[in-house]
């Protein structure tokens, strides 16, 4: 199984501020990597596939990149509603596997 | 409008079975793949299954295998998933999720997600 290790566990940035999130993959996952947000109670939604290709309607604030093993979420100025926790995700090997997350809060 | 919602979640003692239902609409349900992802209360995510279009390809995560069984009823527009044999580990916020494959096979994953059923499992 691909393990996928999330950096830092907890992040605690400003309003306005920049956040660079790290996914690191055990084996390469080419360019099939994912990164999720998730509010409390709700389901998760898509921010970023194939790496770097932001999803419908996701802003530009929001940008990923990195390929095979390392990975990066960075958020250019963080806004109120960006308080989440973020998740990556492969989808190059079965079975599927998620990071543990990382929560991006108010500083 | 784009959904998908699930139902079936509850109670059930150890060693019990429940079936989940995803009911999808406002988009052709035939023509996507569909996955069950878990989540234990104040826990990560975690992939359980996934089924193809027609039905034809499954994979399960081995947490599940040989007790969990995915399907789905493409008449219906509706997703399945039995649960048999529930352990106390089995409680969590159970998702259905769509990927999105294009002619070419390029996959966008998870782009559609339902809002979670609640499987609580203990006696």
């Known amino acids: 199984e691909t393990v996928m290790t999330q950096s830092p566990a907890t992040l605690s940035v400003s309003p306005g501020e920049r956040a660079a999130l790290s996914c690191r993959a055990s084996q390469s996952v080419s360019s099939n990597l994912a990164w999720f947000q998730q509010k409390p109670g709700q389901a998760p939604r898509l921010l970023i596939f194939g790496a770097s290709t932001r999803a419908t309607g996701i802003p530009a604030r929001f940008s990923g990149s990195g390929s095979r093993t390392e990975f990066t979420l960075t958020i250019s100025s963080l806004q109120s509603e960006d308080f989440a926790v973020y998740y990556c995700q492969q989808y190059n090997n079965w079975p599927r596997t998620f990071g543990q997350g990382t929560k991006v809060e108010i500083k | 409008e784009v959904q998908l919602v699930e139902s079936g979640g509850g109670l059930v003692q150890p060693g019990g079975s429940l079936r989940l239902s995803c009911a999808a609409s406002?988009?052709?349900?035939?023509?996507?793949?569909l996955h069950w992802v878990r989540q234990a209360p104040g826990k990560g995510l975690v992939w359980i299954s996934r089924?193809?279009?027609?039905?034809?390809?499954?994979n399960y995560a081995d947490s599940v295998k040989g007790r969990f069984t995915i399907s789905r009823d493409n008449a219906k527009n509706t997703l399945f998933l039995q649960m048999n044999s529930l352990r106390a580990e089995d409680t969590a916020f159970y998702f259905c999720?769509?990927?999105?494959?294009?002619?070419?096979?390029?996959?966008?994953?998870?782009?559609?997600w339902g809002q979670g059923a609640l499987v609580t499992v203990a006696s």
């Open positions: 406002g988009f052709t349900f035939s023509g996507y793949w």
């Open positions: 089924i193809n279009s027609d039905g034809s390809t499954i």
């Open positions: 999720a769509r990927d999105t494959v294009d002619n070419g096979g390029n996959i966008t994953p998870f782009d559609l």
